[in-house]
């Protein structure tokens, strides 16, 4: 798989002149799977074409051309963990025990049914283990199977602003007592809700919310900004006090994501701005919410931020599509 973390804007994509697939957004992650059409022949090279075209504009700043955020390249076996598919959630939270609810979607692109062991080991910022599951299924030819495997921590310790503790989710995926594929997820335990009278309470306590906006570019650089740039910003930005970030009018970038994790930034995550149709959009309003959903820093989504669409009968329209 060849996986874009942005682009912009419209993009297509071609591997040896095979098109893989267009892109409308300039801020939502994308992905195309290139087995068929990679030459394994070292005689001849492999092209992997990226076209690009940046005269619609999706907000009102300058939004630069091209590739401007990591591309990836992802090699895994014909049985492996979906991209993004792995969900970590902790529907039940006290002080003596947290309970884990980790799902994971398998994928089997082989021509035969296969019978796979899932083995789940939660890991404490020590690297040790602290829950575990075991989990067995048949995954049918061709086809899916969603794990879901519950575990529970013992008096666990709870992610904050002032204290941001990390958990790790490590997913090993078994066939015939080999691993064919692993994954490790980043996650925090924690709780919160909004008061329509007290505001925002993070772990039963009440903190008030001291918010910033920011843009993806940075002065003197650009929109292609590289990863420590993320943590400068958003440390600048912690030690003067704030504790709320608003990714302007887009999808935030993986890496500044996993920034306010670790630093402990609240995160109000703008899913996507310019909303056009619901059928183009709302994919991509959904691949960044799985894609995102993992980070214990976010605590709010937004849509049609400033949009032209933005109180009318038909914006309306597309967000109810989106938010049902």
């Given amino acids: 798989f060849v996986l874009f973390d942005g682009v912009y804007r419209e993009s297509d994509v071609w591997m040896n002149y095979a098109h893989l697939g267009h892109n409308q957004s300039g801020y939502t992650s994308f992905y195309h799977d290139i087995t068929d059409y990679v030459r394994t022949d070292n005689r001849i090279p492999n092209g992997l074409r990226v076209r690009v075209d940046a005269r619609r504009h999706e907000q009102d700043m300058y939004e630069g051309c091209g590739i401007y955020r990591h591309v990836w390249l992802i ?3 014909k049985i492996h963990i979906d991209m993004w598919g792995t969900f970590v959630s902790t529907p039940e939270i006290s002080k003596n025990k947290a309970t884990i609810k980790v799902e994971t ?3 089997n692109e082989t021509t035969a049914a296969q019978d796979i062991t899932l083995e789940l080991q939660i890991l404490n910022s ?3 283990i602290v829950a575990s599951a075991v989990s067995k299924a048949a995954v049918p030819a061709n086809g899916t199977h969603q794990f879901e495997q519950t575990t529970t921590i013992k008096k666990p310790h709870l992610w904050d602003i002032d204290d ?3 958990y790790k989710a490590y997913v090993v995926v078994k066939s015939g007592g080999k691993i064919i594929d692993a994954q490790e997820t980043p996650f925090g335990i924690r709780t919160f809700y909004f ?3 007290k505001g925002f309470f993070l772990n039963g306590r009440h903190v008030k919310l001291r918010g910033f906006n920011a843009h993806y570019d940075f002065a003197g650089l650009g929109t292609a900004i590289p990863d420590r740039i993320h943590w400068n910003a958003m440390m600048a930005m912690k030690t003067a006090g704030f504790n709320l970030f608003r990714s302007s009018h887009n ?3 993986p ?3 996993d920034v306010c994790d670790q630093i402990g930034m609240l995160v109000w995550d703008e899913v996507e701005r310019k909303l056009e149709s619901a059928e183009l959009e709302l994919p991509l309003v959904h691949d960044t919410i799985i894609r995102d959903r993992n980070h214990p820093s976010i ?3 937004s849509l049609e931020n400033e949009s032209p669409l933005e109180s009318t009968v038909f914006g309306t329209n597309i967000l109810n599509q989106a938010t049902a």
């Fill in 75 to 77: 090699v895994t076996n």
């Fill in 105 to 107: 979607k398998l994928l």
């Fill in 126 to 128: 020590k690297n040790e």
């Fill in 164 to 166: 941001p503790y990390l």
């Fill in 195 to 197: 008061d329509a009278d």
């Fill in 251 to 253: 999808p935030a970038t």
């Fill in 255 to 257: 890496q500044r994501l």
């Fill in 299 to 301: 605590i709010l989504w």
